[in-house]
Nanobody
Framework: QVQLVESGGGLVQAGGSLRLSCAAS????????MAWYRQAPGKQRELGAY???????NYADSAKGRFTISRDNAKNIMALQMNNLKPEDTAVYYC?????????WGQGTQVTVSS
């Protein structure tokens, strides 16, 4: 069984930075797309950024210029560096990976940005 474990959430003031990490463990042969989603209270889960196995990245408009997604294929780890955080970035952040051809989700980590 594959597990994704996130870390790095917390409380930060507007303008601050946080770095989220997501580590995959278990019987892993291949990880294709890795992505970060987020879900704010009362809203649907939305894609924040993704990175392909080849390193191609894509960001939601709200994340462009402030967030950077990266991956370490040797360690099966993904990270999201978030800078210049805004109160509207407050949400539960979920990591998502396609591992061995199947989708997996992390448990979510809370990010709260105070004004």
């Amino acid at each position: 069984q594959v597990q994704l474990v996130e870390s790095g959430g917390g409380l930060v003031q507007a303008g601050g930075s946080l770095r989220l990490s997501c580590a995959a463990s278990g019987r892993i042969f291949d990880i294709n797309t890795m992505a970060w989603y987020r879900q704010a209270p009362g809203k649907q889960r939305e894609l924040g950024a993704y990175i392909t196995s080849g390193g191609t990245t894509n960001y939601a408009d709200s994340a462009k210029g402030r967030f950077t997604i990266s991956r370490d294929n040797a360690k099966n780890i993904m990270a999201l560096q978030m800078n210049n955080l805004k109160p509207e970035d407050t949400a539960v952040y979920y990591c998502y990976m396609v591992v061995n051809g199947s989708p997996y989700w992390g448990q979510g980590t809370q990010v709260t940005v105070s004004s």
